[in-house]
Nanobody
């Protein structure tokens, strides 16, 4: 019923920039929150940035000042602008959204398939 399609990952040198996009599609009635998580090899998945209730944006301490999350509500799309990338930002980045589908009665948690971000010289 709902798909999250991610794009924008790739290989970048330290200090470089990337922009990730995530578009939600399907029978969407309402989106309560959208954001990005990441998982590095051997580590647990962690929050990178999330926009909740269309107002509040939460960032992991490790990305504050470097990453910016924005949303196009009309398109149910979020963007993660990543600047000053470091090797430790290397991970698979997953889009996440809490969505109420048309005709549904509760918000559910949806995930994208993930996009690889590699920061290396």
């Amino acid at each position: 019923q709902v798909q999250l399609v991610e794009s924008g990952g790739g290989l970048v040198q330290p200090g470089g920039s990337l922009r990730l996009s995530c578009a939600a599609s399907g029978r969407i009635f309402s989106v309560k929150a959208m954001g990005w998580y990441r998982q590095a090899p051997g580590k647990q998945r962690e929050l990178v940035a999330a926009l909740t209730s269309g107002i509040n944006t939460n960032y992991a301490d490790s990305v504050k000042g470097r990453f910016t999350l924005s949303r196009d509500g009309a398109k149910n799309t979020v963007y993660l602008q990543m600047n000053s990338l470091k090797a430790e930002d290397t991970a698979v980045y997953y889009c996440n959204a809490w969505i109420l589908v048309t005709g549904g009665t509760a918000f559910y948690d949806y995930w994208g398939q993930g996009t690889q971000v590699t920061v290396s010289s």
